[in-house]
């Protein structure tokens, strides 16, 4: 059994800063792709990060220069640092893994709020 545990999520005000993380346990073979989605009610997930497992990162265009993702290979966790936070960015938060096999897991979610 995989499990994915976020945390880190929460109320921010406008310009403020979160940090996500996700770590997996269980029995997951060679990770290959970390990441996060987000979601809003009546919308489709979105993608907001990945990283592969070499390090390459690609980010929503709404992100980029605001997010950073990271992952620790040795821990089998990602982090998502968000900086300058904006309304629009309210959403649930899933982090997800795809092993080599590849199967996806995700994370059971984490709300962030944006507001004043």
């Known amino acids: 059994q995989v499990r994915l545990v976020e945390s880190g999520g929460g109320l921010v005000q406008p310009g403020g800063s979160l940090r996500l993380s996700c770590a997996a346990s269980?029995?997951?073979?060679?990770?290959?792709?970390m990441g996060w989605y987000r979601q809003t009610p009546g919308k489709q997930r979105e993608l907001v990060a990945r990283?592969?497992?070499?390090?390459?990162?690609n980010y929503a265009d709404s992100v980029k220069d605001r997010f950073t993702i990271s992952r620790d290979n040795a821990n089998n966790t990602v982090s998502l640092q968000m900086n300058s936070l904006k309304p629009e960015d309210t959403a649930v938060y899933y982090c997800?893994?795809?092993?080599?096999?590849?199967?996806?897991?995700w994370g059971q979610g984490t709300q962030v709020t944006v507001s004043s």
């Open positions: 269980g029995s997951i073979f060679r990770i290959g792709v």
């Open positions: 997800y893994v795809v092993d080599v096999v590849p199967r996806i897991y």
């Open positions: 990283i592969l497992s070499g390090g390459t990162t």
